[in-house]
Structure formats: structure tokens, C-alpha cells
């Protein structure tokens, strides 16, 4: 018997009469077809076989960083489920330390994937001080392979048939990501045996997650913010309802009634994600279109709310001289907010060199505050952001921990504010009730 792999498969060449249930017979080579995931249950079932799946490879990474005591513990779950498995905790636990540490007790041949550029850059940076060896990076413009190399999802996606076989370790950063009908390849035809997903929010609405447990293992160990106060900056979050102006107010009402009366008519209701898709399926005529238009145009008007830069520019002097960053949901208001407080602004537009340039001048101090749309609810690592402003955002649980996540990193006698800035009477108090579901703090309404 022999393995191999091809095109994101294991071959089996030569089988004997017991040929493990999940490989098909390829009737065009004559040989059968396992996927790639499989590889390390066909190595148990099929030990005797002669393996030509991964080149024999002889590497050592040291890594002298100190984990906390949570995070050994993840890397012991991690190592008792047969290297497998998805570790969630917030942002700013040091997620990524745990990763590195990975990637040092079993010193194998790695693939980092991550969602954005600025997380391939830091995976990157750090991994390359961690260990002192040149790191490899495909995304951004670079296609350099390297025994360690990072890899965007788009990337990794692509390029999977030939890099397969290549990485022994794959370990997939905000890997929530990865459970979505196009990611979820990666893990289905790589062949890498150890297997690693760091994520601060694993379950998704749609239930894709649910993949994760035969593909990366499940989850494995979880923490939240409760759990990890004395490791995370001391933080509250305030909400700051503000009232809209009278045709503001005249108008939202009316296009909200608009909507409404739609939705009562067709009998749809908004529990969740699949109810709006449910509406937006509906949309498709004339009193549908209006009903669309209508709730965009109400939404917009609690999201831009005049008063709400008057707020922005009351934070901003309560805090001055804080590292904040000024979160919407929309790249208009993003801009808006750039132009008004003369800052930089970093939406999906920004090109890579500027994105770069701003986050190092807010690092070094040379400005104090950022603008930024949903382009910045991941990938961000700014150890002393202190205060955060949400103007606008989804319901949704997971950005809102990620928007927290970027002002939480410990420094000495840091206090971390997270301010949300909601328009009265209007669909953005349940919008916040929702995100914050699961989020403990000591909270407040202040006026």
C-alpha cells in the first residue's frame, strides 16, 4: 500500500481488500480517493502504508515567551485532542502567543492563515522575533514560501491543490471565518495533520461552525471576558442616548412606518439574519423596493444623527490626549468623521501603504484618534488604544467583542471606556441590547 496526495486528495495506490469505508474509487486512475483532512485517520487505520504524502523534514523553533496559566491550559487541551482543535478567547488574551507556542512544541513545517492584511503582517512580525527565522508571506502583492509562512484565507483557498502537502500545521487565525461555504476548503483539502483555530467568537448564526468539529476539531477550551479580568485592562462601556433633531425625527418615523407596515402586511418578522434575508427575498417589486429604500433611509438617519458629532466631540475632550478609535458601520460616516476632526480615516478604500502609515503614526502618538469603518473590526493590534466610540454597528455580538477587544491590551493603570452613541426612539436601542449580550461590564446610560 501507498498514500500520496493530489489536488487536495490522498491517493491510495495497491489497496488490499479492506479499503477504510471513507475513500471512493477513482475509476480514471485506478487508484482510490480519500480528502485531504483524512490524512491523519489514514495514517491510524492504514499504519503499514507507505507514506509519500509530506516530505520528511527536520526542524526546531524555540520559543522562550511566558504563557499565562489559561494559556497553557488551551495548549494541553490542544495537545490531548491529537493537536486539534479551536481555542476561543477574547481579544487581547494572547491568542497569538498560544499559536506561536504551537508552532514551537511540535516544530513542524507551518501555514498561518488569516483574513486581512494587517493580520498576515503582524502574524508575520511576530512570528519572525519570536523564532529569528525569515518567515514566508503569500498576500499583499509577496509569494514567498517559507518552512513558516502566512497565508491570506483567499490565498490559502486558491492555492490549496499545490500547497496541500507542503505545511504539516495549519492554524487558522479568526477562524469563524473558515466555517463559510468558500473557506471551508481549506481545511477540507489540506492534508496537515496538526490543526489549530484561535478565534474570540466561535459560534456563528448560520450554524457553520458546526463544521469545525470533524474538519479543526471543535472547541476545545473557551474563556471569557469574566474570566480574565486580572489579564485585561479594567474597562466599562457607556451608552450615550441622544435625542434626534425634529425632522430628523419626522423623518426617521416616517420611513420607519413605512417599513413596518410592510413587514405586518406580509407577516415577516425580525428575530434574526435569515428573517431580513427572508425580507430582502420578498423585496422584489414595487412596495417591496419602497419598504427596502425606506428602512435604509431610517437606518441611516439614526446612524448620522447631527447631534452625534456634537457627542464625538465631547469624548474627545473628556479624554484628550487618549488613544481612540472611532468605530461605524458605514464608510460615509467614517469620512464624515475624518473630516470634522481632521484625523486619519481607514476604510476598505485605504490603500495598503497609507492603512500602514496611519496605524504606525497612532502607535507612535502622533495622532491620538482614528476614524475607521467595519474594515477595522479585526486585524488591529494597538496595545494602548484606551477609548473606544461606537457611532454606529450591527447587532452583532462578535463585532461588538472585536471593537471591544481593540482597547482592552493591558497596560499599567490603564481604565478602558467603550462609549456607545445611540439615537433615541429609534431601532438602534435593540440593536444595542443585542451586541451586548454576553459582554459584562459595569454599564451605564449617560446623558
Known amino acids: 500500500m501507498r498514500i500520496s496526495y493530489s489536488r487536495g486528495t490522498i491517493l491510495l495506490d495497491s489497496p488490499d481488500s479492506k479499503v477504510p469505508p471513507y475513500f471512493v474509487m477513482d475509476n480514471r486512475i485506478g487508484a482510490y480517493r480519500a480528502e485531504g483532512y483524512l490524512y491523519s485517520t489514514i495514517r491510524k487505520d492504514l499504519p503499514d502504508a507507505v507514506d509519500d504524502v ?20 488551551a495548549l494541553e487541551m490542544w495537545e490531548s485532542n491529537s493537536f486539534a482543535g479551536v481555542i476561543v478567547l477574547p481579544t487581547a488574551a494572547g491568542k497569538t502567543h498560544i499559536g506561536i507556542s504551537a508552532i514551537a512544541r511540535i516544530s513542524s513545517s507551518t501555514l ?19 523564532f529569528g527565522v525569515e518567515i514566508g508571506q503569500v498576500g499583499g502583492g509577496e509569494k514567498l514560501i517559507r518552512d513558516i509562512t502566512v497565508i491570506t484565507y ?80 479594567d474597562y466599562e462601556i457607556i451608552r450615550i442616548p441622544v435625542d434626534l433633531e425634529p425632522e430628523e425625527e419626522e423623518e426617521y418615523d416616517r420611513n420607519r412606518s413605512i417599513f413596518l407596515r410592510y413587514l405586518r402586511k406580509h407577516r415577516i418578522t425580525m ?6 434575508e427572508k ?16 428602512w ?28 481612540t478609535i472611532i468605530f461605524s458601520e458605514d464608510t460615509a460616516t467614517a469620512y464624515m468623521i475624518s473630516r470634522e476632526f481632521l484625523i486619519p480615516c481607514i476604510t476598505y478604500m485605504t490603500p495598503g501603504p497609507e492603512r500602514k502609515a496611519y496605524l ?57 471606556v467603550m462609549y456607545e452613541v445611540v ?12 451586541r451586548r449580550k454576553g459582554v459584562p461590564s459595569s454599564t451605564d446610560d449617560s446623558t
Do not use: C
Request: no cysteine.
Open 279 to 294: 425580507f430582502i427575498l420578498s423585496s422584489w417589486n414595487p412596495e417591496g423596493r419602497e419598504a427596502l429604500l425606506a
Open 360 to 416: 504606525e503614526m497612532f502607535r507612535n502618538g502622533e495622532v491620538n484618534a482614528l476614524a475607521t469603518s467595519r474594515v477595522l473590526d479585526e486585524g488591529i493590534d494597538v496595545p494602548d488604544a484606551t477609548v473606544g466610540i461606537v457611532l454606529s454597528g450591527s447587532g452583532s455580538t462578535r463585532q461588538f467583542r472585536q471593537r471591544l477587544g481593540r482597547i482592552l491590551r493591558p497596560s499599567s493603570g490603564k481604565h478602558a
Open 154 to 233: 483567499d490565498s490559502a483557498y486558491l492555492m490549496a491543490e499545490g500547497l496541500g502537502n507542503r505545511f504539516r500545521f495549519l492554524l487558522v487565525d479568526e477562524v469563524h471565518h473558515l466555517a463559510s461555504e468558500r473557506y471551508i476548503e481549506i481545511a477540507r483539502m489540506y492534508a496537515a495533520p496538526y490543526r489549530m483555530g484561535l478565534t474570540a467568537t466561535y459560534e456563528r448564526v448560520d450554524m457553520l461552525h458546526e463544521k469545525l468539529q470533524e474538519l479543526m476539531g471543535g472547541k476545545i477550551f473557551e474563556l471569557g471576558y469574566e474570566e480574565l479580568t486580572e489579564y485585561l485592562s
Open 112 to 130: 498561518v492563515v488569516a483574513p486581512t492584511i494587517e493580520l498576515v503582517q503582524q502574524w508575520r512580525s511576530k512570528l519572525s522575533e519570536a
Open 296 to 323: 435604509r433611509k431610517a437606518r441611516e438617519i439614526a446612524f448620522n444623527a447631527r447631534v452625534k458629532i456634537d457627542t464625538v466631540r465631547y469624548v474627545l475632550s473628556r479624554h484628550r490626549g487618549q488613544k
Open 423 to 434: 439615537a433615541k426612539g429609534t431601532s438602534e436601542y435593540g440593536t444595542s441590547r443585542r
Open 54 to 73: 509530506f516530505q520528511k523534514e527536520q526542524l526546531s523553533f524555540r520559543y522562550e515567551g511566558k504563557l499565562r496559566p489559561y494559556q497553557k491550559k
Open 271 to 276: 428575530k434574526g439574519p435569515w428573517d431580513f
